[in-house]
């Protein structure tokens, strides 16, 4: 296909003819100018997530940021989970009355009531950003009614965690699980029922350890993982020895999301764990468009979540539109966290408020309704 291999000669280029920039310039270098290194700019004069990046950047000490922004090997795919929203055009439509677009934000995860189709993802070690660790996660989380899911490496452990919550809160709890010892991982699915955790969500995409450069120059990586052997014998296994739903994080392919409806699974989660893994991996984006192209079905045989380079409302309108049900957003908000609850609430509150303006703008009347037509995600070229 001719214009396939132009368009990715041209983007290429145009990706090495300009350096990559973690936070777009929205000016946020030159109205806080005189903020000195080490001090938090104020909170409520942040306007978007990429503004929590910039100040915990200039805020935190460098091992601690790193340990947050680091990716796998040069960095690609960290790189091309931000870039790839942008590469895939929204098709906005007028005329269309979106007056009451922000009353369709709610919706419903694994059956519970949420407030947006967004949520807090796993991610570890919220210690390294305020010493209250993941407290301002789950407060916050309480406060704007959605979904938070702790990390299994969480700062907290997980009852520390729960102590924490809203009385009719709901979290799910994420797990690395050893395929080797049933006796620890039955311990961690006692102590997340008894944290009232309502699933587990079982990340799938780490079978060993990443190679993460930039976390090893400030010794900022995890602990040295083992190879494991995490197969659909071992999911299988897995449900005998819990009631709570196993959800699968990383699943990265068309296939992976066909064999999860064909085992049972309740929801895919697909991720490529931030692109600190295995670098080259596909965004989530691409997945989805993969799912959609070849088995629009899975959409409706299970639950679709995705997370992955999600900055802007716009972003979480496009995997909306594709058929994810729920958005995971892990960085900005451990960024966020840098503030604490309050910190984590704006910006929780700044996205909610960027999805409905992104809807509306794109002509979304109603998010429950939207479909695959607001966004340019197929391939039009002719064949040679």
Known sequence: MRCTLISLSLLSGTLAARP?????????????????????????QLVGLPDFEA??????????????????????SFRNNLEVFYRYPLRPRTMVDTSNVQS????????????????????ARAGLGNPAAERGLVEAAAAENILYVPSLYATLSIPEIASYKAPSQVTFQQAYLDPSNDTATKLVFDQAKAAGSKAIVFTVDAPAEGNRQRADRYDASEAVLPFTAITWDYYDHLKTLTDLP????????????????????????????????????????????????????????????ADGGVR???????????GVRAVGIGRPFMYANVYGTEGVTRAVQLLKREVALDAANAGVADLKNIDPSYVIWKQSCALD
């Open 20 to 44: 990559f920039l973690d936070e777009p310039d929205t000016g946020f270098d030159m109205f806080f100018s005189n903020l000195a290194t080490g001090q938090l700019a104020p909170l409520d």
């Open 55 to 76: 100040a915990a950047k200039r805020y935190l000490p460098i091992a601690n940021y790193t340990y947050y922004r680091n990716g796998a090997a040069g960095e690609w």
């Open 104 to 123: 369709t934000l709610p919706t419903t995860i694994l059956g519970y009531n949420f407030s947006a189709p967004f949520f807090i993802t796993s991610a």
């Open 246 to 305: 196993i959800i699968l994080k990383g699943i990265q392919t068309v296939e992976e999301a066909q064999a999860a409806v064909a085992h049972g699974v309740p929801a895919v989660y697909l991720s490529n764990h931030g692109g600190r893994q295995v670098d080259g991996s596909r965004s989530p984006l691409e997945v989805a468009i993969e799912i959609r192209a070849q088995a629009p079905e899975v959409f409706t045989q299970t639950e679709v979540y």
């Open 312 to 322: 802007y409302g716009g972003d979480v309108v496009k995997l909306l539109a594709l």
